[in-house]
């Protein structure tokens, strides 16, 4: 029995197409996942992505991801309710959404902030942040997350939290971030449950992670230098 010859031969398929990582989907030369070990987390992580978000090289939520035990990934429009999104039964209670509408922490707010109905910060902070047991953040561009937050009316009855970050996206000027607190959802992710567990390291592990990928990244942009 003779061999169906290989098609398309190797010589045919150039290295800057080669299959990307199975888990982040980046191109190998920007795959960092060999240095992650998940971190088990207690409060889960659900990243709802818009279908057309598609910054394959910047995109930071499937590495948030792959960051955590205890997360889902999930690209899409809509969802018939939280639990269809995440797979298992849930309660949009004790859920709470990243909110995108336009939150005013005071100067000496912390940087997550609960906020009431009304978009304001929550009287009681440690009662509206306790027992969570998950929290979701959109992914895409600002009108882009504005769209899943109504198509999914769900939503409404989850409790909403804002940011207000100390510190600077690590983009830096990589790219411009569509959100009003100025991260990425890798870093909104590790920033929020970070701070729900109590945990800092949660947030130290995962920025070191889209640290090395940002570095990654300004490598395979850099200038060849040939000896
Ligand atoms: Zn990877």
Same mark, same amino acid.
């Given at each position: 029995?003779?061999?169906?010859?290989?098609?398309?031969?190797?010589?045919? %398929?150039? *290295?800057?197409?080669?299959?990307?990582? @199975?888990?982040?989907?980046?191109?190998? +030369? $920007?795959?960092?996942?060999? &240095?992650?070990?998940?971190?088990?987390?207690?409060?889960?992580?659900?990243?709802?992505?818009?279908?057309?978000?598609?910054?394959?090289?910047?995109?930071?939520?499937?590495?948030?991801?792959?960051?955590?035990?205890?997360?889902?990934?999930?690209?899409?429009?809509?969802?018939?309710?939280?639990?269809?999104?995440?797979?298992?039964?849930?309660?949009?209670?004790?859920?709470?959404?990243?909110?995108?509408?336009?939150?005013?922490?005071?100067?000496?707010?912390?940087? %997550?902030? *609960?906020?009431?109905?009304?978009?304001? @910060?929550?009287?009681?902070?440690?009662? +509206? $942040?306790?027992?969570?047991? &998950?929290?979701?953040?959109?992914?895409?561009?600002?009108?882009?997350?504005?769209?899943?937050?109504?198509?999914?009316?769900?939503?409404?009855?989850?409790?909403?939290?804002?940011?207000?970050?100390?510190?600077?996206?690590?983009?830096?000027?990589?790219?411009?971030?569509?959100?009003?607190?100025?991260?990425?959802?890798?870093?909104?992710?590790?920033?929020?449950?970070?701070?729900?567990?109590?945990?800092?390291?949660?947030?130290?592990?995962?920025?070191?992670?889209?640290?090395?990928?940002?570095?990654?990244?300004?490598?395979?942009?850099?200038?060849?230098?040939?000896?």
């Amino acid at each position: 029995m003779t061999e169906a010859p290989a098609s398309p031969s190797p010589a045919a %398929v150039p *290295a800057a197409v080669a299959a990307p990582c @199975p888990q982040c989907l980046k191109p190998q +030369a $920007l795959c960092v996942c060999a &240095g992650i070990t998940p971190i088990a987390n207690r409060v889960g992580l659900l990243v709802l992505q818009h279908p057309q978000e598609q910054d394959v090289e910047l995109g930071s939520a499937r590495l948030a991801a792959c960051h955590l035990k205890n997360a889902v990934f999930k690209i899409g429009l809509s969802w018939p309710s939280l639990g269809k999104a995440l797979g298992r039964t849930a309660d949009p209670k004790a859920w709470a959404v990243l909110y995108l509408g336009s939150a005013k922490p005071t100067a000496n707010s912390g940087e %997550v902030v *609960a906020l009431d109905r009304k978009g304001n @910060p929550a009287a009681d902070q440690a009662k +509206a $942040l306790s027992r969570l047991e &998950g929290v979701i953040v959109l992914d895409g561009t600002w009108s882009q997350a504005k769209a899943l937050w109504w198509r999914n009316a769900w939503m409404l009855k989850c409790k909403r939290i804002a940011l207000n970050p100390h510190h600077m996206s690590l983009y830096g000027k990589l790219r411009k971030e569509p959100r009003r607190d100025g991260l990425s959802t890798l870093e909104a992710a590790a920033l929020l449950l970070a701070h729900l567990e109590g945990k800092p390291e949660i947030q130290t592990t995962m920025l070191d992670g889209f640290r090395r990928m940002l570095d990654a990244y300004r490598a395979s942009k850099a200038p060849k230098v040939t000896v």
